[in-house]
C-alpha cells in the first residue's frame, strides 16, 4: 500500500474517529452525521455527551464554510492553499490533544473541558474533509468509507463479470484506490483502540504527527 496523502489522511481520520469515539463520551470527529445515533443513545439511556453529539454538525460545517472562503485569501499572500490549511488542522489537532489529556480519562461528556477538547477535534477533522473534496477530488473520500467499499464491491462484480477494455482498467485502478484508504482507515481505526487501551487520553498526541507528514510530501507543496 502506498502511502500517498490521501491514504494517510484516512489513516489519520480513522485514529481519531476511532480514538474520539471510546474517549468523549461517544463522540464522531470525522463522520459527524454518526452523532445523530449517538444523540439519540444518549437522550434515551440518560448518559453524557449530548452537548458535544448536538454542536458537532454545526461546527463542523461552519469550519469548513469558513475554511474555504479563506482559501480564495491564501494565494494572495504567497502561501500554498493545501499545505496551509493542512498546517492549521495540525495545530487544532495539537490543541484538542492538549484539551483531551487536561480534560484526563475519568471526564464526563458534558464538562466544558470536554466539549472544546470535542469541537476543536471536529474543526480539525472538518478541515480535513475540505480540503480532502476541495483539493483531493480525484481521490477517494478521506473519511466516510461507504461510499468506497459500495464502489469497490461493485467493481468487483463487474470485473468478475467479464468487463474488458478500458473499462476494466478503469475498474481495476479504482479498486486499487479506493482499497487503500479502506485499508489505511481501517488500520488507523485499530490503532486508535489500541493505543487509546493502553495511554487513554494520551492517546490524542498520535494524530498530529499522522497529520504532519501529508505536509512534507510534495502533493501538497503548491497551490491548488
Known amino acids: 500500500m502506498k502511502l500517498t496523502v490521501p491514504v494517510l489522511m484516512s489513516l489519520t481520520a480513522g485514529y481519531i474517529d476511532t480514538a474520539g469515539f471510546l474517549a468523549l463520551q461517544g463522540l464522531f470527529t470525522a463522520h459527524v452525521t454518526g452523532n445523530f445515533v449517538t444523540l439519540g443513545a444518549a437522550l434515551v439511556l440518560g448518559t453524557s455527551g449530548a452537548v458535544a453529539k448536538l454542536l458537532a454538525l454545526p461546527v463542523f460545517c461552519s469550519v469548513i464554510l469558513v475554511t474555504r472562503l479563506a482559501a480564495f ?41 470536554s ?86 487520553m494520551w492517546c490524542f498526541v498520535i494524530p498530529p504527527i499522522l497529520a504532519f507528514v501529508p505536509i512534507l510530501m510534495n502533493a501538497t507543496r503548491e497551490p491548488v
Open 73 to 113: 485569501s491564501l494565494p494572495k499572500l504567497g502561501l500554498p492553499i493545501l499545505r496551509t490549511t493542512l498546517s492549521l488542522q495540525v495545530l487544532l489537532l495539537i490543541a484538542g490533544a492538549a484539551l483531551a489529556i487536561h480534560a484526563g480519562p475519568a471526564q464526563k461528556g458534558d464538562e466544558v473541558v
Open 115 to 200: 466539549i472544546l477538547a470535542g469541537m476543536v477535534l471536529v474543526a480539525a477533522m472538518a478541515i480535513q474533509n475540505a480540503a480532502s473534496r476541495i483539493h483531493l477530488a480525484s481521490a477517494p473520500p478521506t473519511t466516510l468509507m461507504t461510499g468506497s467499499t459500495t464502489q469497490i464491491m461493485i467493481d468487483i462484480a463487474d470485473l468478475v463479470r467479464g468487463l474488458e477494455g478500458d473499462a476494466r482498467l478503469a475498474a481495476k485502478a479504482r479498486v486499487s484506490k479506493m482499497f487503500a484508504n479502506v485499508a489505511a482507515f481501517a488500520i488507523g481505526c485499530a490503532a486508535g483502540a489500541i493505543l487509546y487501551s493502553y495511554l487513554k
